[in-house]
């Protein structure tokens, strides 16, 4: 099969798979033919090549995936990367429903694996959107407004911690539920934590 190293944390996590176990056995098999080390981050099997991520399995109710961490870069000469939602910026993924479609694209999904590895050689960095890009809600502005400390609390947060506030303040379709969504986490804001913190 490879010389890689088996994590036993992957062995443990399918054989608990109640669902894509023969599909992520044989996604397991291919990657692992491509000399990545493999890991167990976030709870998935996670495949990386000199410390640095490449390929991570995972499933889900109506197909199973593997996300390139930076498959944005990748070339998709094949049309079959998927971005999952809008604000998802550099990873992308391949989905499968059946192990026969696995066994089908085994050469394609080799192939991308090797560029995937190559965009880690070469250093190349996803340009990601700053926060400022990202819409401000209304509700928030208000209170930025009104709160010069938490005006300056906001500011002094990591960029992506900025983002994932404006993402989940902005998702509601409703006022209301946006205005309650920021009042319930300004304490947070002023604590100089994240939205997960």
């Known amino acids: ?27 397991r098999m291919i990657i692992l033919e491509c000399q990545l080390t493999e890991e167990f981050k976030w709870m998935h099997p996670c495949y990386t090549f000199e410390n640095k991520n490449i390929v991570l399995i995972h499933g889900f109710k109506e197909y199973c995936a593997i ?56 250093g190349l960095k996803v340009d990601f959107k700053e926060s400022k890009e990202y819409t401000i809600p209304e509700e928030f502005q208000n209170k930025l407004d009104e709160f010069p400390n938490l005006k300056a609390a906001f500011e002094a947060l990591t960029p992506g911690r900025q983002r994932a506030y404006l993402l989940y303040f902005s998702a509601p379709k409703q006022s209301k539920t946006r ?9 947070q804001i002023l604590d100089g934590k994240g939205l997960n913190d």
């Open 1 to 27: 099969m490879t010389n890689s190293i088996l994590n036993p944390k992957v062995d443990a996590f399918l054989s608990r798979a109640k669902k894509w176990q023969e599909e992520f056995e044989k996604l």
């Open 67 to 122: 996300l390139f961490h930076k498959g944005s870069l990748l070339k998709d000469k094949n049309g079959i990367l998927i971005q999952q939602t809008e604000n998802v910026q550099a990873a992308r993924q391949i989905r499968f429903t059946d192990v026969q479609q696995i066994i089908e694209m085994e050469e394609t999904i080799k192939e991308y694996i090797k560029e995937a590895i190559e965009v880690e050689k070469a």
């Open 179 to 187: 205005e309650s969504r920021v009042e319930k986490y300004m304490g």
